[in-house]
T-cell receptor, first 113, second 113 residues
């Protein structure tokens, strides 16, 4: 029972490079989320997808784009990475909506030099 | 001012102690309250989920919500070294437009053998 799977687990980028973080869930959940976690800031929502075919901005969307590829997969793209985007990124899913418990992956640790 | 305030600690207790973890919040619309546990280099995992005010018990863990004081607590009885982790509170306002899960910063707990 994999739950929420994130790839890659670690990545180092240079400023200006682009990359896509992948997330897949096998729990048949409708809603999926991308967060970043920084020291002293807690978890902050970047983007979310309430259901397949929809995406919405969260608290800190600037510099990111997302794609809900299908019900299982939700990717996060950094088009031109900046040092301020160095963080740990978590994907999560819930049956439907933010009021239900969210299940998290183990994160992608991203460093931008 | 943050919507959800949580003392980051660190908090260190001896094995067997009762641990009290707390969060305060400012948004009176919050109705759903959750506690997550996060081990080092892992994603958050749900511990407790409550709706509105009251208490909920699950084994050694008890969650309390006092909406009149905008205050939630997590109690851990007979604490074990395996309870050493960061504990995150989270809350959401319900099925309103733009509703999202808002996290506290997390409290780092160490239980010493």
């Amino acid at each position: 029972n994999a739950g929420v799977t994130q790839t890659p687990k670690f990545q180092v980028l240079k400023t200006g490079q682009s990359m896509t973080l992948q997330c897949a869930q096998d729990m048949n959940h409708n809603s999926m989320y991308w967060y970043r976690q920084d020291p002293g800031m807690g978890l902050r929502l970047i983007y979310y997808s309430a259901s397949e075919g929809t995406t919405d901005k969260g608290e800190v969307p600037n510099g990111y784009n997302v794609s809900r590829l299908n019900k299982r997969e939700f990717s996060l793209r950094l088009e031109s990475a900046a040092p301020s985007q160095t963080s740990v990124y978590f994907c999560a899913s819930s049956p439907f909506g933010p009021n239900q418990p969210q299940h998290f992956g183990d994160g992608t640790r991203l460093s931008i030099l | 001012q943050k919507e959800v305030e949580q003392d980051p600690g660190p908090l260190s207790v001896p094995e067997g102690a009762i641990v009290s973890l707390n969060c305060t919040y400012s948004n009176s619309a919050f109705q759903y309250f959750m506690w997550y546990r996060q081990y080092s280099r892992k994603g958050p995992e749900l511990l407790m989920y409550t709706y509105s005010s009251g208490n909920k018990e699950d084994g050694r863990f008890t969650a309390q919500v006092d909406k009149s004081s905008k205050y939630i607590s997590l109690f851990i009885r007979d604490s074990q070294p395996s309870d050493s982790a960061t504990y995150l509170c989270a809350m959401s306002a319900g099925e309103t437009s733009g509703s999202r899960l808002t996290f506290g910063e997390g409290t780092q707990l160490t239980v010493n053998p």
